[in-house]
């Protein structure tokens, strides 16, 4: 076979692959400046490779200048060639420095490791169709999904998410029961807890290390009083009558989505609503194939699938499953209504009554 090839084209693509692959390469000299606080240093103001290494710490000056260029290349910080000194913008403070900007990305770049660690994992479920346990894929993949949703969540929760549901916040100020389940390292739990104080909340998780780290959270942030935090999987959770469900981007997660929504059902007070957070996406693929889509269909394809695909039932409904299909699992588990409450670029927020 012979194509013709188009130079222009490319010339282009081969671009675009160049740009690509200087992300990928990033990853390691990103996790080891947010890790030595080299970002943090640099926040303090401009300073050159000498400065920068004396306040992180006394690091080796080598290594802090290859590093510091490496990031002017990637556009991670900036480069005064004349004064041969870096420094942050205030942009680049938030993706880098500030923990609690919406788009602070630390998280982002460990998940990126974590889903190259689990790679060989991965791949020989392509030939053999099963999964991988949660807690089998990577050393931290939990610390780092933990951290990758967080600045959503610190920056959503309160301020729109829960307002957007049918009285709920109103029951949350008043004095409400909680289950926040698939809670992970319980981030999401805890923000609850700190705004709503008259409630009690219990977050669940199957994972036992994800429910060890959320428990010293609780107890770092003294919130141990109101939030308890319980192995289960989301099926078998014992107690009930809870007025609000809520479950942050896990359901695509789970092996039997319709049988959890099921059990969700049963575990609700009368009057009670399910808030179901999930990653935003189209109904048909071709709406996904987008920078957004882009992260999420390459971490479904290591993370979410795998992870269904290793329990009962393996749904494997992927992250990028879309509202449709969500909502009719949802009310095959028994929900008469679900609606899309409100959403953001990377989720999309359910209410399943
Ligand atoms: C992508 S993580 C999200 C964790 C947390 N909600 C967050 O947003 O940071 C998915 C979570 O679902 C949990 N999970 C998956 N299947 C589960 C099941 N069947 N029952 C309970 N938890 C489950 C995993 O242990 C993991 O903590």
């Known amino acids: 076979m012979s194509a013709t090839i188009d130079q222009e084209k490319l010339h282009a693509f081969v671009g675009k692959m160049l740009g690509d692959l200087g992300g990928a390469l990033s990853v390691p000299t990103a996790r080891i400046g947010f890790r030595l606080g080299l970002f943090d240093a640099l926040a303090q103001g401009p300073a050159s490779a000498e400065e920068l290494a004396t306040r992180a710490g006394g690091l080796h000056v080598r290594y802090v200048r290859e590093w510091a260029l490496a990031q002017a290349a990637n556009g991670f910080v900036d480069f005064d060639a004349g004064a041969d000194r870096f420094a942050l913008s205030p942009e ?43 807690g089998d894929h990577a050393g931290c993949l939990f610390c780092a999904t933990g951290a990758f949703f967080r600045p959503g969540y610190v920056n959503n929760i309160v301020q729109s998410w829960i307002p957007a549901l049918d009285g709920v916040e109103a029951k949350l100020k008043a004095g409400a029961r909680v289950a926040d389940v698939g809670c992970g390292v319980g981030f999401s739990t ?65 092996g039997d989505p319709r049988g959890c929504a099921a059990h969700m059902r049963r575990i609700l007070a009368p009057g009670g609503s399910w808030m179901i957070v999930e990653p935003i996406a189209g109904d048909s693929a071709q709406d996904n194939l987008n920078p957004v889509g882009r992260l999420y269909y390459n971490a479904s394809t ?17 992250a990028q499953a879309g509202e449709a299909r969500l909502s009719q699992i949802v009310r095959e588990g028994g929900f008469i209504s679900v609606r899309r409450v409100t959403e953001g670029p990377f989720n999309m927020v359910l209410e399943a009554r």
Request: aromatic letters at 10%; glycine letters at 8%.
């Open 92 to 134: 680049q403070e938030m993706v880098f420095v500030n923990r609690d900007s919406p788009v602070y990305l630390a998280g982002a770049f460990e998940m990126a490791a974590a889903m190259i660690e689990a790679e060989p994992k991965v791949e020989e479920c392509f030939r053999n169709g099963r999964g991988v346990r949660w």
């Open 190 to 254: 805890l923000l609850m807890a700190q705004a709503y104080p008259e409630s009690r909340f219990t977050g669940y998780d199957f994972h036992e290390p994800s429910i060890e780290d959320a428990r010293r959270h609780a107890s770092d942030h003294g919130l141990d009083d109101r939030v308890r935090f319980e192995v289960s999987t989301a099926k078998e959770i014992p107690e009930g009558n809870y007025d609000l469900v809520t479950m942050y981007d896990c359901l695509h997660d789970m």
């Open 302 to 318: 290591m993370i979410c699938v795998p992870t269904s695909l290793d329990q009962e039932v393996g749904e494997g409904l992927g």
